[in-house]
C-alpha cells in the first residue's frame, strides 16, 4: 500500500461537494477541527452533525480513530476523518471530559486559540505565563487516553513548555517557520525544534497570511521553505496542516476570532479593511490541489519516499504512535 | 471456557468491596444503571466517575462494549462493566444523542421510568398512550446503533408496542412475572410473551416489592417462578437482572423517585411507614450469593446447561446480537 495522503487541518464549510472533491484530490485523511469556542454540549452537536454526514455519504467519508483507520479508507477508497479542537473549551473546567471527547473520537487539542485559556497562554497575548496549574494535570491526562497536544496558536513559552512537560510528542498543526515569514501565527526556530527534536510534528500551513506574499505566494516558495525546514528539523517530523476554510463566509471568520469573548472586533491576521478569508493561492485553491504541491516538494529536490512521507506517511506514523493510551502502544 | 455469569442489572454504591464481591461471586460482567433522572451533561459526570473506577481498579474492573469484552473479563479475572440507563432523560430532547451516548458506552435504554417521558408511558401513569411520535423515532436509532430498548418500568401497552416496533429485540432487563407476585412493576404474561417471543429477554429481579412474600421470599420459590416462567417462554429468554441497590443511603431511593419532577415525596413501591430500601433475602445479599441461585435453579429440575444458561449465557448471546450495528452483526 502506498504512503496515505493526509492534511493535518482544515475547517471547511463542509458539504458533499467538499467530500467529493476529497476523494478527486486523492485525500485519505483529514484532520479536521470541530470547536473553535463551543462549549462541551455544544461540541456534542458538531460531533452529532459529524455523525449525520457519516451515516449520508458512507462511501466518501469515515469516522477516523487510528492509523489503522487511514488505511482502510485507502482500501474502501474514502476519506478518513479525524475531530481536533483549536481551544479546550470543550472540556471547560473539567479534566474528566478529556477522556470523554477522546472516547468520542477527538484526537488533538489545542490548549490556547490565540488568548489565555484555563490551560495556557495564546499567541495574542502581550505576556505568555506558560503552562497553567490545570495544564500540567490536562498534558498528564491527554498523554494517558492519547489526545495530542496541539500548540499551533499558543505563546512561545508555552509551547516550549508544553514540549518539555508532555511525555509524548506533540504537535503544531498549521504553521509555517517564522524566519520566511513573519507573521504572529508562524513560529521561531527555537519553538519549532523544541517540538520535532521530541518527535513532535509541524504541519505547514496553506492560509495566505501564514505565506510569504500572501494570495500570491509561489508554489516555489512554499516548497523551497520546506526544504529548509526539512534541513533545519529533519524530514520525519514535517507534514501539511493546510488550514483550508472552504466556502466559509466572513461571519465564521469572524466566530473564529471573536467567539463570545469580546463584543468588540478583533480582526487576527486580518485587517478592518481585510476582515474576510484572503484568496487562496492559485496552485491551492481545494482538496483537489494536493497533487500540485507534491509535483513541487519534487521539484525542489525531495525524492519519491521524502515526497510521500511529506504528503502524508510522517502523520501515518505520528497518528500511529500517538492516538491511544500508552499502554497500548506499547503491546502494539 | 465455561458460560459467563452475568447480572443484568445493579445499582450499588459502588465501591472497592463491591467490585471484589464481584470477583468472590464470580461475577464476569454487571449492567450498571448511571442515570436515573440525569440530563446529558449530569449523564456524563457518571461516564467520567466510572472511568476514574476503571483507572483505580484495573486488576478488577474493566469497561464493557461487546460480548467479547466478557469473554475478556473472564479469562483476565475481571468483571467487565456495562452502562445503561433507566430513563431516557440522558438524551433529552435530541435524537443525535442516542449515538453519542452509545459510543460513550451506554448498551441499554429505559424508554421511561415510572412516569410518561418524552417517547412512552411510564407503568405508574393511569393511561398509557403508547410509543409517542418521537419514540418511535428514537427506537429506530437505537436499532441503528445497537442500543437495547429497556421497558422495565414501562406501562403494558408501551412495552408490547415498541416490542413490535423495534427491529430488533427488546428487554425487560429488571421484573418477575406478575402471576407470581402482583407488583405493578411486574409483568404480565402477555407483555412478557411480546418481549419473549421476538428474540427479547427477561431478567428476574430480587428487589423485594418484586418478590412474593417480600424480603422473606424463600430460594426455592424464586427459582420455581423461574421453572414455570421457562415453561411458557422458554428457558433460553431468560436471565438475572438482580436490581441489587447495595450500600445505597436512603436518599438515592428517593431520588430514583422523585428526582426533580416533583416538590411532593412519592413512596413508589414502598409506603410512608416504609419508604427506603427493603432488605434483601437472606440467601441474596450481594454479588456473593449468585451460587445460591445457581444451586436452586439446578435444585428445582434444570439442567447444567440450562442453569449456565440462565446465569449468563442467554444475556452473553443476547449481548452477542445487540450491542453493534446491524450490519456488523451480519458480517460477524
Redesign the interface.
Known amino acids: 500500500m502506498r504512503a496515505p495522503r493526509i492534511d493535518n487541518l482544515q475547517y471547511a464549510n463542509w458539504s458533499e461537494k467538499i467530500f467529493r472533491q476529497m476523494r478527486d484530490g486523492g485525500v485519505d485523511a483529514v484532520h479536521v477541527t470541530i470547536a473553535y469556542h463551543e462549549n462541551?454540549?455544544e461540541t456534542?452537536?458538531n460531533?452529532?452533525?459529524w455523525?449525520?454526514w457519516f451515516e449520508q455519504f458512507p462511501d466518501l467519508i469515515m469516522k477516523g480513530l487510528t492509523a489503522e483507520d487511514v488505511t482502510r479508507a485507502q482500501e474502501t477508497n474514502r476519506t478518513a476523518i479525524f475531530f481536533g479542537f483549536q481551544n479546550p473549551s470543550p472540556i471547560e473546567d473539567?479534566i474528566?471530559?478529556v477522556?470523554?471527547v477522546h472516547?468520542?473520537?477527538a484526537r488533538f487539542m489545542q490548549l490556547t486559540y490565540n488568548n489565555q485559556s484555563l490551560l495556557a497562554t495564546g499567541c495574542y497575548e502581550a505576556e505568555d505565563t506558560g503552562i497553567t496549574r490545570m495544564g500540567r494535570q490536562v498534558i498528564k491526562e491527554m498523554n494517558r487516553v492519547g489526545l495530542v497536544v496541539d500548540m499551533s496558536h499558543s505563546g512561545d513559552r508555552s509551547t516550549i513548555e508544553a514540549a518539555e512537560i508532555s511525555d509524548r510528542p506533540i504537535a503544531i498543526t498549521h504553521a509555517n517557520p517564522a524566519v520566511w515569514q513573519a507573521a504572529l501565527r508562524n513560529k521561531s526556530d527555537k519553538v519549532i525544534r523544541a517540538v520535532t527534536e521530541r518527535g513532535g510534528m509541524l504541519g505547514f500551513s496553506l492560509y495566505p497570511h501564514h505565506l510569504k506574499a500572501g494570495s500570491e505566494c509561489t508554489l516555489e516558495s512554499f516548497c523551497e521553505m520546506i526544504a529548509q525546514s526539512a534541513e533545519k528539523f529533519g524530514v520525519e517530523t514535517l507534514g501539511l496542516g493546510s488550514d483550508l476554510c472552504q466556502d466559509q463566509p466572513d461571519s465564521v471568520v469572524e466566530w473564529m476570532r471573536v467567539g463570545r469573548w469580546s463584543k468588540e472586533m478583533d480582526y487576527g491576521e486580518g485587517s478592518a479593511a481585510a476582515p474576510g478569508f484572503p484568496p487562496m493561492p492559485s496552485w491551492f485553491q481545494d482538496n483537489r490541489d494536493f497533487g500540485n504541491i507534491e509535483s513541487g516538494l519534487r521539484a525542489v529536490g525531495f525524492s519519491q519516499t521524502e515526497t510521500a512521507d511529506l504528503m502524508g506517511g510522517n502523520w501515518h506514523r505520528f497518528y500511529a504512535a500517538n492516538f491511544g493510551p500508552v499502554s497500548e502502544d506499547r503491546a502494539g
Open positions: 462541551f454540549r456534542v452537536l460531533f452529532e452533525q455523525n449525520r473539567d474528566g471530559l477522556e470523554i472516547t468520542l473520537g
